[in-house]
Structure formats: structure tokens, C-alpha cells
């Protein structure tokens, strides 16, 4: 079973009716510390009698969850809050063993985001409320219902975050959810499905299973389920969302992207450069909603680019463990591999290395923190979602081109700018094809503000009150206060 490793340690591979549930005969999955390369633990894919038992247990917990007063469910969600915000030192060595990102990271980024999303639909889960209508001395209202067992499927990056994101509006709205995190980062979610269930949460409302896509593919066409809500790549997206759709069930797709930075002549270098440096190299550019096709003006490229390499070398580059390292492996080989690839293609296309594009000479799946320069729109590396630590530099002389070229992507996840003039700001904003901007900052994502993608990059919107509407459904009911006419 799992290898000891201090003071995090998931007892089996799934948790399934509020406790932990083994079945060696599903087929193993070795969880590797990026860090080192060494199997951590291994954990094993769900067989069909461990779906079967979590869909069952779900479906039967969910009727007595969803007639629970709102009040009630949202104190259980804060209670878990609280116990993650107890224990978040050992949560965060858990998602750095998971995942590889640094100590320094996942002590503020990962348990504590999960914490905040339980606590914010935890207080709204009082407010699930439906509207009235008036028509003459007729009447309508409406209720906000639970749609029933959700699943969640999770991708390696934010496993943590992922779980809570998914798992708190969906229960907060009186949902079951079974939660299959990704095959490369298994162990987060089951802590989290643990201490749900020690701050109060009835079996089977949140089940956790493991396994590969095969076992996500089952759970979304399994007729029991009434959503999924993915994080993934686009292609897995398509494929989830299709099979979903085919059933009619609902979908939340939170996506991949290729999000442009703008940075304009008049802006703050400093505070761009840290915002490109937030958005490209945070998670060693594991995040979805990254800005690595940053567009500076060209009146300021050459200071934004001396400054840059000079901040960009001085990442501390190390044991993920230590506190002081601030920048970790690619959390998987496969991954390392595929940004690799990207830089011997970027580098055969005529791109500049102005800092990094060097895979680092250490254990594990190490890559140094990489600036492009001298590209065009063309170029596979402005165009393809590497997904690694690998900042694109573009220049631009004029805003409507800047703008053009910024949504000239099938992806609209996300966008940034910096810029001195909020006029000018909030202008370009609102022609930037992106679910979610940030002007004069980048990547902070509180849990009272939605966060999602537009076209390929996604369905729907992940926290804020909106989150609860895709969690719920209206049923409208007409009340007829007058005799009821008929033809005869
Ligand atoms: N928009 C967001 O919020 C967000 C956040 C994080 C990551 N991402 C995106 O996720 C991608 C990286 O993560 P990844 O490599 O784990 O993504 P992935 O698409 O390979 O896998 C995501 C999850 O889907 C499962 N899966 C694969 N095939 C499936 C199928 N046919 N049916 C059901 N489930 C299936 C996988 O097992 C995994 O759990 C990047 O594209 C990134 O941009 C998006």
C-alpha cells in the first residue's frame, strides 16, 4: 500500500461511504515525486464493483443531504474549512509530494484556496434561493433543486484546489459528488474526502475513486449521474462534454488556454514584469489560466526584457521541501517531455532563448524557467498550450492590433494588461475574447469571483454565487388563484 512519508498519509485509494476502501485487483498506479522521480505510494483504479459501490452510496446519501436545511449543510463545509486551515502545513506537504510544487507555494496556494472555497459557499449555502412572480391574481415561484450525484474530474495541477472548487458548490447546493482526481496526482482529494467527513459530512456525499480516463469516462455516461464538471485539457473536454451532452446531463468544463498578457508603453515595468513572471512561472507554469503570450509594447521591450531575465534568474531552484525554493519540477515525465518538445520546436522556428531552455541537471523532471523572444503569431510556441514554464514575448505598436491579435486563439480562458490609463484599460478589456481579466494584476482568483473560459476553453463558471446555479436547476411552479376556464 502507500510507503510511510511524514505526517500525510491517505490510508487506501479511494474513500467511499466515509471511509477508505482498497481493491488491489484494480490496476496499479505508482504516484511519483516529481521532485526525485521515487514512487511515493501507489494506488489502484477503480474496478466497476468500486464504482459501483460509490454511484450507489451517492445516489442513497444525496435525498437526505438535499432535504437538509441549508444552514445545516454550509456548517459542516465551514467546519472542514476550519480543519483545513488546522492541519494546512501537512496538506501542503502532501500536495507538494503530489504534485512537486514548492513547500513555499502550497502553503498558501493550495489547502488554503480549498479552505476559502468551503467557507464562502459553506456561508451561502443558507442563501439557495428561488424568485416569485406576479400574473394578475396568478402567481409563479421558483426553487433552486439539487441535480443529484455530480462528478468531478480532476486535472494535476491544483489537486486540492480542484476537489474543494468542485466539491463545495456542489454540496453547498445539496449535491452528491464522486471525485476522480487525476491518475498523475491521486492522494489530495482523499484527504480532503476525509476531513469532510470528520467535520461532519454523511457518508457517501463525497466519494473519492481512482484511475485513469477510462474510469472518468464510466461515471459520466453512468445514467445515475446528472453532471460533470471537468478540469482538463480541451481535447478531454470535448470528449467529456460529448458524452455527457448525448444523455442531456449538465457540464462545467474548466479548460486549457493560451491567454495573452498586454503590456502597454505606459505601464508599471515592475508590477508587469511580476505579473508575467505570476503568470508564466507560478507552479512552474502548470496553471491553466497562465498569460504566456505576453504582447509588451516595443517602446518598452528591451527594459521589460533586461529586467525580466535578470528577475527570472534569480528563482531559487531546489528541494521543493525547503521553504526557500521557489520554483519546482514538471509534475510529471510525460509533461517535461512535452515542453522539451515544444523548445526544440520553438528554437527549429527561429525563436530566441533569452533566459532558461534547459532541462535542469537533477533527478526528477526538472526545467529551468524559460523566456522566448524574436517570435511571430505563427510561431507553434505563440500558438499551442505548452503548459510548462515557457513565456512567449511578443511586440505590438498599436491597441487595436495588440487587441486583434490577442483573441487571434481558439482558446478564451483568460487575459491580462498593464497599463497606467484605466481608461484606456477598461476599453481593451472589454474586447478581449476571455472569461476572465485582470488589469493591472494576474492570476488571483478569490472564491467570490467567477472563474472559467469562453469558447474552447470551457462551459461555465467555477465559484462565486454562480457556481450554485450550476449545481442546481429551477423548478418553476405556477399557482392558479382563479377558477379554471376550459373550452368545454
Ligand atoms: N480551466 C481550468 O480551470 C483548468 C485548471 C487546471 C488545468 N486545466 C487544464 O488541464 C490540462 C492539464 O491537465 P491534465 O493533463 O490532467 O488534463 P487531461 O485532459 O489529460 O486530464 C484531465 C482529467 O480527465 C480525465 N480523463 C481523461 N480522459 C477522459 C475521458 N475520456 N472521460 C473522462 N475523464 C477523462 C483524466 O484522467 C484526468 O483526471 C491543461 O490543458 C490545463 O490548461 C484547466
Not at 444552514?71 to 465551514?78: A, N
Not at 476559502?116 to 433543486?145: K, V
Not at 459530512?201 to 477510462?214: E, I, K, R, S
Not at 484605466?422 to 482568483?445: D, E, F, K
Amino acid at each position: 500500500m502507500m510507503t510511510d512519508f511524514p505526517n500525510a498519509r491517505p490510508t487506501a485509494s479511494h474513500f467511499i461511504d466515509g471511509t477508505y476502501v482498497e481493491d488491489t485487483t484494480g490496476a496499479p498506479i505508482p504516484v511519483i515525486y516529481p521532485a526525485t522521480g521515487e514512487t511515493i505510494a501507489t494506488v489502484h483504479a477503480a474496478t466497476p464493483e468500486i464504482l459501483e459501490r460509490a454511484l450507489a452510496s451517492a445516489t442513497r446519501a444525496q435525498r437526505d443531504w438535499a432535504a437538509m436545511d441549508g444552514t445545516s449543510r454550509g456548517r459542516i463545509l465551514r467546519r472542514a474549512a476550519d480543519i483545513i486551515r488546522e492541519r494546512n502545513h501537512e496538506l501542503s506537504v502532501l500536495e507538494t509530494l503530489d504534485t512537486g510544487k514548492p513547500l513555499q507555494e502550497t502553503l498558501v496556494a493550495d489547502a488554503t484556496s480549498g479552505a476559502d472555497a468551503l467557507e464562502y459557499f459553506g456561508g451561502l449555502a443558507a442563501d439557495l434561493t428561488g424568485t416569485s412572480m406576479q400574473f394578475g391574481g396568478d402567481w409563479a415561484y421558483t426553487i433552486p433543486r439539487p441535480l443529484g450525484v455530480c462528478v468531478g474530474i480532476g486535472a494535476w495541477n491544483y489537486p486540492t484546489q480542484i476537489a474543494c472548487w468542485k466539491g463545495a458548490p456542489a454540496l453547498a447546493t445539496g449535491n452528491a459528488m464522486i471525485f476522480k482526481p487525476s491518475e498523475s496526482t491521486p492522494l489530495c482529494a482523499l484527504k480532503v474526502a476525509e476531513i469532510l467527513h470528520e467535520a461532519g459530512l454523511p457518508a457517501g456525499l463525497f466519494n473519492v475513486v481512482q484511475g485513469m480516463g477510462d474510469v472518468g469516462a464510466a461515471l459520466t455516461t453512468d445514467a445515475r449521474v446528472a453532471k460533470v464538471s471537468l478540469t482538463g485539457s480541451v481535447p478531454t473536454g470535448k470528449k467529456v462534454a460529448a458524452a455527457a451532452s448525448a444523455q442531456m446531463k449538465q457540464v462545467t468544463m474548466e479548460l486549457g488556454g493560451k491567454s495573452p498578457i498586454l503590456i502597454f508603453e505606459d505601464a508599471d515595468i515592475d508590477d508587469a514584469v511580476s505579473g508575467a513572471i505570476n503568470g508564466n512561472f507560478y507552479s512552474s507554469g502548470q496553471v491553466c489560466s497562465n498569460g504566456t503570450r505576453v504582447f509588451v509594447h516595443q517602446s518598452i521591450v528591451q527594459e521589460f526584457l533586461e529586467r525580466l531575465k535578470s528577475r527570472v534568474e534569480t528563482a531559487v531552484i531546489g528541494d521543493p521541501l525547503d521553504e526557500a525554493t521557489n520554483f519546482g519540477p514538471m509534475t510529471t515525465q510525460a509533461q517535461l517531455d512535452i515542453v522539451l518538445r515544444h523548445l526544440d520546436t520553438a528554437r527549429a522556428e527561429g525563436a530566441t532563448v533569452v533566459t532558461g531552455g534547459i532541462r535542469i541537471d537533477r533527478e526528477g523532471f526538472w526545467i529551468a524557467p524559460t523566456v522566448l523572444s524574436d517570435l511571430t503569431d505563427d510561431m507553434t510556441c505563440v500558438r499551442e498550450e505548452i503548459f510548462g514554464p515557457v513565456m512567449s514575448v511578443l511586440t505590438f505598436t498599436d491597441e487595436d492590433e495588440v487587441i486583434a491579435r490577442a483573441n487571434d486563439t481558439e482558446f478564451g480562458l483568460s487575459a491580462g494588461l498593464f497599463t497606467r490609463d484605466l481608461t484606456r484599460a477598461h476599453r481593451v478589456v472589454a474586447q478581449l475574447q476571455a472569461g476572465t481579466c485582470w488589469i493591472n494584476q494576474y492570476n488571483l482568483t478569490p472564491p467570490g469571483m467567477p472563474f472559467g473560459g469562453s469558447r474552447a476553453s470551457g462551459i461555465g463558471r467555477e465559484n462565486a454565487r454562480m457556481a450554485m446555479d450550476h449545481f442546481t436547476e429551477v423548478q418553476t411552479v405556477y399557482v392558479g388563484m382563479s377558477p379554471v376556464e376550459a373550452a368545454y
